[in-house]
């Protein structure tokens, strides 16, 4: 989202957060509301989509796509958190925001975009035990199992983020907070997700067969793919040294992480999952005979 910077009301001393343009040109500003907004209608078309067609068709009712699901809901909050207001900032130059508002917003942003990383770790995780375990899967992997998985993400992602405090005088206590809260949410998901991948691997490469090698890798392909991109960008944002970068850079990477890695997630999910796109064909093919 774009950088705000702080300005203080001369009335009662309250704060509020000024939205900072991405130009001082208004007719490249209004040549940039449209391009956001197509990106963001085809972040939620996508992540629409995926959770449409878990829920019509009934063979996608399995617990990796109930995780799919899952993340593709949170994709849509949290871009949603942040998107509108940005567009309604590029319509107006002047455009306030309280300061409760603005922490409410950083907070679920946050906690959404936490939440998000911890669900890769899971997703990981569910990916060892079908592999590593097959004949126990159904025991260790419930519904039940799986549903408190996700609202455990929740609740840990939320608890580590009421640490942030958003500074009423020096922005140097909030961005310790974050950094430190940064390492923890990427640091502690990242450590499960290389600890699952390693036993995956080892049981991959004692399958003596290419063909029932390639099964898993085509299970895991999409998920690994998704877990390099978030992070990598994630450290990027989140992780570099403030001093190394200017307000311009942290922005252009915050829009990245917002924009690129959300609507990447998406496509690569149905692209390389074979039972979404073969779904996908059906329910196309459908549509388009009931209109004929």
């Given at each position: 989202c774009p950088i705000m910077y702080l300005t203080i009301t001369n009335w009662n001393n309250a704060y509020e957060f000024l939205f900072q343009p991405f130009s001082t040109v208004p007719e490249i500003q209004y040549l940039i509301f449209p391009f956001f907004?197509?990106?963001?209608?085809?972040?939620?078309?996508?992540?629409?989509?995926?959770?449409?067609?878990?829920?019509?068709?009934?063979?996608?009712?399995?617990?990796?796509?109930?995780?799919l699901a899952s993340l593709s809901f949170l994709e849509i909050c949290y871009t949603t958190m942040v998107v509108p207001p940005m567009l309604a900032s590029i319509s107006d130059f002047h455009r306030k925001i309280p300061l409760v508002n603005c922490a409410l917003q950083m907070f679920f942003f946050t906690s959404l975009g936490s939440t998000d990383?911890?669900?890769?770790?899971?997703?990981?995780?569910?990916?060892?035990?079908?592999?590593?375990?097959?004949?126990?899967?159904?025991?260790?992997?419930?519904?039940?199992?799986?549903?408190?998985?996700?609202?455990?993400?929740?609740?840990?992602?939320?608890?580590?983020?009421?640490?942030?405090?958003?500074?009423?005088a020096d922005t140097q206590i909030h961005q310790t907070v974050l950094y430190n809260v940064g390492i923890m949410v990427l640091t502690i998901p990242f450590l499960l997700i290389c600890i699952s991948y390693v036993y995956?691997?080892?049981?991959?490469?004692?399958?003596?067969?290419?063909?029932?090698?390639?099964?898993?890798?085509?299970t895991c392909s999409s998920h690994l793919t998704v877990v390099i991109l978030q992070y990598g960008v994630c450290s990027l944002v989140y992780l570099?040294?403030?001093?190394?970068?200017?307000?311009?850079?942290?922005?252009?990477?915050?829009?990245i992480y917002t924009f690129v890695t959300t609507l990447l997630n998406s496509l690569i999910y149905t692209l390389r999952n074979k039972d979404i796109k073969q779904a996908l064909r059906k329910v196309m093919k459908k549509m388009v005979t009931s209109q004929t």
């Open positions: 907004l197509l990106l963001y209608l085809i972040i939620l078309s996508g992540n629409i989509s995926i959770l449409s067609i878990i829920y019509i068709v009934n063979s996608l009712h399995t617990l990796m796509n109930f995780f990383c911890f669900m890769l770790a899971v997703m990981a995780y569910d990916r060892y035990v079908a592999i590593c375990h097959p004949l126990c899967y159904t025991l260790i992997m419930t519904w039940r199992v799986c549903i408190w998985l996700v609202i455990g993400s929740l609740i840990l992602a939320i608890v580590l983020c009421l640490q942030r405090i958003l500074a009423w995956i691997m080892a049981a991959i490469f004692q399958i003596k067969s290419t063909l029932g090698r390639h099964q898993p890798f085509s570099h040294p403030k001093s190394s970068t200017s307000e311009d850079d942290d922005r252009n990477l915050a829009l």
